[in-house]
């Protein structure tokens, strides 16, 4: 099979590292049991492996009080809906961007239908900018202001601390949407002012899928989604009251935090290095793309802090037509479409046709961002072959 160039990191890392599939192979051939199901040593050595974890996620946000605020989740949109849930009751008020990913739109939306939720949007620029005069007077009797930290479609980052600042002096709230930003970036929890965090272990942090995770600051509600066997307190009948029980009903996915050990410690290793090379390779897939005649890059540079991602239009193609020739005749995989976030197409003008977004990672090479390169100009000199524009 031919070699095939991945640029899909923002969707999910791709291949492992040889530690994090080892790890998750050996617990699923010589273990296999759960945590807090069992006293026997199995279930003991998985449910002391989840602790570490907890701990190890609370260290790298640098999130201060009990490592059990962190709980677990089947991704990061299970996530943010339980933390949505945990802090909107009817009739609030909410604050949310232009850059929202569905998983915070819709069930938002949603409310603001059956809940008489009042919504209001907060207008982003391009490159991550916010009028922060905007922003006090959208905030005033909030409840709560929920933004991502990166945006997944153009990879730039958002005024968090300032933004989380007015909300603060509203009285309000704050939920980052971490998704694009935690492995990428620094993700400091208490520089940050933040009181709800919410992200996946299988992007950045390279760990496998089925693992989302949400901290919540101390004080803050936590109101379960999904109620059901949490292994202790089982006479009652309401949720456990604390944390993480309150809000991990059912089994854990194990091996989802077995890979994700593995893949923090690959992580604290390798981390400071990997990230300069990959956004070295965003720079050089940016500028080369944005020197292509007929291509129109739609993010702004790459930045170091924000996320490695270029995206890009070929007018008169529709996205999905560029990304199939992209794979089936150059072997380069990358995300087409309007990448579960609409309202940011909307911002673009790509709202008909979507955009074509190129993901760098962990494995990207100089030579994958050369054949990527030549890909895009080989399609762009063709034109509109074959009647792909978009009606």
């Known amino acids: ?72 989740h089947a991704n990061a949109t299970a996530a943010l809906n339980v933390a949505l849930r945990s802090l909107v009751r009817p009739g609030d ?22 809940r008489r939720l009042e919504v209001r949007r907060l207008p982003v620029a391009r490159d991550g900018s916010v009028d922060l005069t905007a922003a006090e007077r959208l905030l005033a009797g909030a409840r709560l202001l929920v933004l991502p930290h990166v ?20 009285g309000a709230f704050v939920l980052l949407d971490a998704a694009q930003s935690v492995g990428h970036i620094d993700v400091d929890v208490t520089a940050l002012g933040v009181d709800a965090v919410a992200f996946s272990g299988h992007k950045g942090l390279l760990g496998p899928p089925g693992v989302g995770v949400l901290w919540l600051r101390e004080g803050v509600p936590a109101r379960p989604l999904v109620r ?20 991990e009903a059912g089994t854990l996915n194990a091996a989802g935090l077995v890979g994700l050990d593995a893949a923090l410690s690959w992580h604290a290793q390798h981390a400071p290095a990997t990230r300069a090379r990959v956004h070295a390779l965003a720079v050089q897939l940016f500028n080369a793309l944005e020197a292509l005649p007929g291509v129109h890059v739609l993010s702004p540079p790459p930045s170091v802090h924000g996320a490695p991602i270029v995206t890009i239009a070929l007018p ?13 005749e150059f072997g380069v995989l990358v995300r087409a479409g309007l990448h579960c976030a609409p309202e940011t197409h909307a911002l673009l003008g790509t709202l008909r046709t979507g955009a074509v977004r190129f993901s760098l990672g962990w494995r990207t090479t100089p030579l994958e961002v050369t054949r990527a390169v030549a890909a895009v100009a080989a399609i762009a000199m063709r034109g509109n072959e074959g009647g792909e524009e978009d009606a």
Do not use: K
């Open 93 to 114: 008020r909410v604050v949310r961007t232009d850059l929202d990913h569905n998983a915070v739109r819709r069930p938002l939306e949603r409310w603001a239908r059956h």
């Open 316 to 328: 008169g193609r529709s996205s999905e037509s560029v990304a199939r020739a992209l794979d089936r």
């Open 151 to 170: 945006s997944n479609v153009l990879g730039v980052a958002l005024p968090v601390r300032a933004l989380a600042e007015r909300a603060r002096a509203a």
């Open 228 to 247: 059901g066997g949490t292994g202790a307190d089982s006479w009652r009948v309401a949720m456990p009251a604390c944390l993480p029980d309150r809000l």
């Open 1 to 72: 099979m031919r070699e095939v160039a991945y640029f899909d990191y923002a969707a999910s890392a791709g291949p492992r590292p040889p530690e994090v599939v080892d790890a998750v192979a050996a617990y699923l051939r010589d273990c296999g049991a759960v945590p807090g199901r069992g006293t026997h040593r199995w279930a003991i050595e998985v449910g002391r492996l989840v602790l570490r974890v907890r701990q190890r996620l609370a260290e790298l946000l640098r999130a201060p009080g009990d490592p059990g605020r962190i709980t677990f």
